[in-house]
T-cell receptor, first 111, second 114 residues
Framework: DGGITQSPKYLFRKEGQNVTLSCEQNLNHDAMYWYRQDPGQGLRLIYYSQIVNDFQKGDIAEGYSVSREKKESFPLTVTSAQKNPTAFYLC??????????FGSGTRLTVV | AQSVTQPDIHITVSEGASLELRCNYSYGATPYLFWYVQSPGQGLQLLLKYFSGDTLVQGIKGFEAEFKRSQSSFNLRKPSVHWSDAAEYFCAVGAKGNTGKLIFGQGTTLQVKP
């Protein structure tokens, strides 16, 4: 079945460490997105990519980086510059404008 | 600026009762509108979407939504709620331009009383 796979499901980060969240899709969607979800704040867009080798900043890109070397993959790196990284991270893809398909999320915790 | 407002942060209904979750949007043209549901610790699942045509849209799990242009609303309804409907519900509007981005409301948490 087609879908989006996010891994790992849980991730722990030490202070000053960079971590990378994986997002892979086999839906042949052109566009992919990363959102951050915090309690009471809904979903906030971090980065998005409409095509391979191109991506744009969303509303809260500071402290994050992405790459889009393959259509299927859109990994998100949470850098040490992100001072409050503890959150639930959601990846999505779309064949616009038909809405998103979401992955099951990665919960990142700073230890 | 485009925005989506879900006025109710929490709603509690009794099992078997009807449900209406409110959504208001700000947009300068005919919008693409969506409702998603999220169970705890999970991703979001699409319930239904509106692009054009019939303003009453049927979705999965017995949900429906009605687009009302004059009120800039896209409220979600279900005639009889089941305990398994307890979750968080998000309304979203497609952003202007051709980016495919969605703008989400803050979400409404639904609690179902037995």
């Amino acid at each position: 079945d087609g879908g989006i796979t996010q891994s790992p499901k849980y991730l722990f980060r030490k202070e000053g460490q960079n971590v990378t969240l994986s997002c892979e899709q086999n839906l042949n969607h052109d566009a992919m997105y990363w959102y951050r979800q915090d309690p009471g704040q809904g979903l906030r867009l971090i980065y998005y990519s409409q095509i391979v080798n191109d991506f744009q900043k969303g509303d809260i890109a500071e402290g994050y980086s992405v790459s889009r070397e393959k259509k299927e993959s859109f990994p998100l790196t949470v850098t040490s510059a992100q001072k409050n990284p503890t959150a639930f991270y959601l990846c999505a893809s779309s064949y616009r404008p038909y809405g998103y398909t979401f992955g099951s999320g990665t919960r990142l915790t700073v230890v | 600026a485009q925005s989506v407002t879900q006025p109710d942060i929490h709603i509690t209904v009794s099992e078997g009762a009807s449900l209406e979750l409110r959504c208001n949007y700000s947009y300068g043209a005919t919008p693409y509108l969506f409702w998603y549901v999220q169970s705890p610790g999970q991703g979001l699942q699409l319930l239904l979407k509106y692009f054009s045509g019939d303003t009453l849209v049927q979705g999965i799990k017995g949900f429906e939504a009605e687009f009302k242009r004059s009120q800039s609303s896209f409220n979600l309804r279900k005639p009889s709620v089941h305990w398994s409907d307890a979750a968080e519900y998000f309304c979203a509007v497609g952003a202007k331009g051709n980016t495919g981005k969605l703008i989400f409301g803050q979400g409404t948490t639904l609690q179902v009383k037995p």
